[in-house]
């Protein structure tokens, strides 16, 4: 057992090495430049925002929309039952829009889209042999759940779990939700929800180990995965007063960006995750590949 135990953390060691050595440019995920790159005990992934300066003032646009498409029709998903086999393993996927300002200029607030954020996207859930899939809406303001609604999607075998979030500017947010199934069927549901800030000025795509509630609690383990991929798109408006869609290398102001990388141990989460690589698709937007790091092995996906 002691040299069955010992191999394991050599080979967890060797992971977070390669985990760490794979330094992430700004053009693999489409900005002009990485402000911060954040420790966080259970969220990987990456917040946008888009700066421009004139003479006497610095100026963000605001954020729209955000959206994602994870198709999951080559996504495998097991179980791992460690740490603890008494809990699920859990991997969140969400969009999210944040009134915070990444950037440099007076008036910017970067990292504050920890704690002020809107969130939409899924749960998958694995115990054992069986996987469910829920829906979420959530709002977060200064570090506090103020909102939660979750809900699972009909049954079936999803191919694709879209999700799309918009600002409507008036106090109240939209999120919609798509599911496209394996039979050919697909499902769609619309929330409504107020949120306190009418401008936005960040938007985030975060893969994450949740917490065991909204109130807080221990994280869930990240399941053991590899395959899917995650399709993730934003709207903004540029320095020319028009609608942009990013991410992009090539954008109207300069684009930057926070990046999460899962690396800090928690209680029963030893999973480690970061964007690996990223690549402008043919439909607009960004797709991400993200590198799962575990006690017993590396994987890819997303």
Do not use: R
Not at 169 to 182: D, E, I, K, P
Request: charged share 5%; with cysteine.
């Amino acid at each position: 057992m002691k040299k069955y135990l010992l191999m394991g953390v050599s080979l967890f060691l060797l992971s977070l090495i390669s985990l760490n050595a794979s330094a992430l440019t700004a053009s693999q995920i489409g900005s002009s430049t990485i402000l911060n790159t954040i420790s966080s005990d259970n969220w990987a992934g990456v917040a946008y925002s888009v700066e421009w300066k004139t003479l006497f003032t610095n100026y963000w646009g605001t954020i729209q929309w955000a959206s994602e498409s994870i198709y999951t029709g080559n996504l495998s998903i097991q179980y791992t039952s460690y740490p603890n086999y008494l809990y699920p393993d859990v991997i969140s996927i969400w969009v999210g829009l944040s009134p915070a300002k990444i950037g440099t200029g007076t008036g910017s607030s970067s990292t504050s889209e920890e704690n002020n954020f809107i969130q939409a996207g899924y749960d998958i859930c694995v115990t054992g042999s069986y996987k469910s899939v829920l829906y979420f809406v959530m709002t977060v303001v200064n570090g506090q759940f103020i909102y939660a609604y979750e809900k699972p999607i009909p049954s079936g075998v999803p191919t694709h779990l879209n999700v799309f979030l918009e600002n409507l500017a008036n106090g109240t947010a939209l999120a919609n939700f798509y599911v496209f199934y394996a039979n050919g069927t697909y499902w769609t549901t619309t929330i409504y929800t107020s949120m306190p800030w009418i401008n936005t000025g960040a938007a985030m795509s975060i893969v994450e180990a949740p917490a065991s509630s909204p109130s807080g609690g221990f994280y869930y383990e990240l399941p053991y995965l590899s395959g899917g991929m995650i399709n993730f798109a934003f709207s903004y408006v540029g320095s020319d007063g028009n609608e942009h869609i990013g991410p992009s290398n090539n954008p109207v102001g300069t684009m930057y960006a926070d990046v999460y990388n899962l690396n800090e141990p928690s209680n029963y989460n030893l999973a480690y995750a970061q964007i690996y690589n990223g690549w402008a698709n043919s439909y607009g937007g960004w797709d991400y590949l993200y590198q799962f790091a575990y006690p017993f092995g590396t994987t890819y996906g997303l």
